[in-house]
Structures are given as C-alpha cells and as structure tokens.
C-alpha cells in the first residue's frame, strides 16, 4: 500500500485548494481513508475520512463545511476540496488508511502514510 498527497501550496485567506492523494499498490475505493494535518507545534489532527464501499464522509468540527471529501475512483484518488480557507488552516497535510473498510483511520502504528504536502494560508 503506497499513498501520495499533492496539491498544497499558498493560497490568500478565503481562498480554495484541491489535495488529491492518489493510492498506487491496492484499490483506494475499498477501503476507507483519512486525510490529517500537523501545524508547527501542534499535535496532528484528524480532518475527514471515506468510507470504502459506501463512500460515507465525517469531517472534524473545525473543518465542517469548508471541507469536503471525495474520490476520483477512475484515477484510484482520494480528494480534499479545502473552502474558505484561513490563516489556521496552514499545516502540513497527509492522507492515510488502516487498510479497513470503515471509518475511522486511526493513522496507528499499522497505518499507511501518504507523504505531507505544505498548505500555506497568508496574505
């Protein structure tokens, strides 16, 4: 199980971004997947998970409506559409899977990491 997130980069506050972490080495949609961020001297943070098979969603509380996640099943893709975006937001960003079918992704010591790519939220 191979996992890669891109998309990040600097974006104004307000603004959108799209991280995509595509899943090389098994079929993402069978399982469910996770997306996490780590802010400098911060803990890590749970952010969204999708489910395999049902494709059901649940999103942390600080991300509730401005975050949405999805699959591109045709590209073996798990997507985060990040909205309204904030200062807050800036972290590192990574996609995981306990290679389970259900929520949640627990990221533990038999977790799969993508590897982070840097969100930056700044005027």
């Known amino acids: 199980f191979q996992l890669q997130a891109s998309g990040g980069g600097t974006v104004q506050p307000g603004g959108s971004l799209r991280l995509s972490c595509a899943a090389s080495g098994f079929t993402a949609a069978y399982y469910a997947v996770g997306w996490f961020r780590q802010a400098p001297g911060k803990e890590r943070e749970w952010l969204s998970c999708i489910s395999g098979a049902e494709d059901k969603t649940t999103y942390a509380d600080s991300v509730k409506g401005r975050f949405s996640i999805s699959r591109d099943k045709a590209d073996n893709l798990v997507l985060l559409q990040m909205n309204n975006l904030s200062p807050e937001d800036t972290a590192v960003y990574y996609c995981?899977?306990?290679?389970?079918?259900?929520?949640?992704?627990?990221?533990?010591?038999?977790?799969?990491w993508g590897q982070g790519t840097q969100v930056t939220v700044s005027s």
């Open positions: 995981a899977t306990d290679a389970l079918v259900r929520c949640p992704v627990l990221g533990g010591r038999k977790a799969y």
